[in-house]
């Protein structure tokens, strides 16, 4: 294995544990609306569940800040990556996938064009 390909499976760990920790955020998010709406639809005081609640919103802040030491760590990476003299590494989203275009109305292809019209 040359250095290339052990530089591209650090990379490829990163943007993984970055995908997971963003996961783990919108699903976090998630459970704590579904505890307001099962509590609003039950008709309960906010007082119930205000605990777990609590518990919850501190979790998401706790990935927030995982999310921010992933960050921080790429930023090193980065770093170390040209002190090794690896040449150019990549920036932005690597996968380049139909995802990218989610936000994108049917048949526009570039949204500059799209937001003048």
């Known amino acids: 294995m040359d250095r290339k390909e052990v530089v591209a499976g650090v990379a490829n760990e990163l943007h993984a544990t970055e995908a997971a920790v963003d996961v783990a955020i919108t699903q976090a998010t998630t459970l704590v609306q579904s505890m307001i709406g099962a509590r609003t639809m039950m008709k309960l005081s906010p007082v119930v569940g205000a605990s777990s609640q609590a518990k919850a919103m501190a979790a ?58």
């Open 60 to 117: 998401i802040a706790a990935l927030s800040e995982a999310r921010e030491a992933l960050v921080a760590c790429h930023n090193e990476l980065a770093k170390d990556h040209r002190r090794l003299g690896l040449g150019a590494y990549a920036v932005g989203i690597l996968d380049k996938s139909d995802d990218w275009d989610a936000g994108r109305p049917p048949g526009v292809t570039n949204l500059d064009e799209h937001r003048a019209a």
